[in-house]
T-cell receptor, first 112, second 115 residues
């Protein structure tokens, strides 16, 4: 079972910021928070990951709550190409039997 | 291009038949993961191999089996196919065994249709 909880779907307007939430209340100290997205008719692709501190890369930013029980993926300026299913997953750095469980993710709709 | 190659891209077969899906991981990646994605469903973890050894199993049916060969490519075998096995099957690879900060690279998937 997925160890994360995400809203089923969200909508945002084009060129506006998008905040995608993820709850992971049972996160352990060695769990990394990863985000992937799946564009229509494609395989998932990596977006960003973090452990404790906020992270930025060319695709997005990841804001991690101080207690690490939740995180938010931030797309600073959504485009139509960002319409996808976004998955938040946990990966344990100490787990040698890594199942990498994905939930159903959040389907992001971008309105032109 | 993720560097992960899956074949065939599309496959149509009949109930009761057996098929083999193939995955070539990125060069140097030792871990291979298989996922099933049915219509409008999330990614269901099937199985994980590392350097030829099975490391973790998910909700993989007994009719399904997989292996990873010495050249690190992997095959997922599906037998006694049922209509409900129709799905996208994804393979992903990564360089490391343990979780943590490693990135997964997914192939484009094999779409299986069982008639």
């Amino acid at each position: 079972d997925a160890k994360t909880t995400q809203p089923n779907s969200m909508e945002s307007n084009e060129e506006e910021p998008v905040h995608l939430p993820c709850n992971h209340s049972t996160i352990s100290g060695t769990d990394y928070i990863h985000w992937y997205r799946q564009l229509p008719s494609q395989g998932p692709e990596y977006v960003i990951h973090g452990l404790t501190s906020n992270v930025n890369n060319r695709m997005a930013s990841l804001a991690i709550a101080e207690d690490r029980k939740s995180s938010t993926l931030i797309l600073h300026r959504a485009t139509l190409r960002d319409a996808a299913v976004y998955y938040c997953i946990l990966r344990d750095a100490m787990n040698r039997d890594d199942k990498i469980i994905f939930g159903k993710g959040t389907r992001l709709h971008i309105l032109p | 291009d993720s560097g992960v190659t899956q074949t065939p891209k599309h496959l149509i077969t009949a109930t009761g038949q057996r098929v083999t899906l193939r995955c070539s991981p990125r060069s140097g990646d030792l871990s291979v993961y298989w996922y099933q994605q049915s219509l409008d469903q999330g990614l269901q973890f099937l199985i994980h191999y590392y350097n030829g050894e099975e490391r973790a199993k998910g909700n993989i049916l007994e009719r399904f089996s997989a292996q990873q060969f010495p050249d690190l490519h992997s095959e997922l075998n599906l037998s006694s196919l049922e209509l409900g096995d129709s799905a996208l099957y994804f393979c992903a690879s990564s360089v490391e065994l343990v979780g943590g900060s490693g990135e997964l690279f997914f192939g484009e998937g094999s779409r299986l249709t069982v008639l």
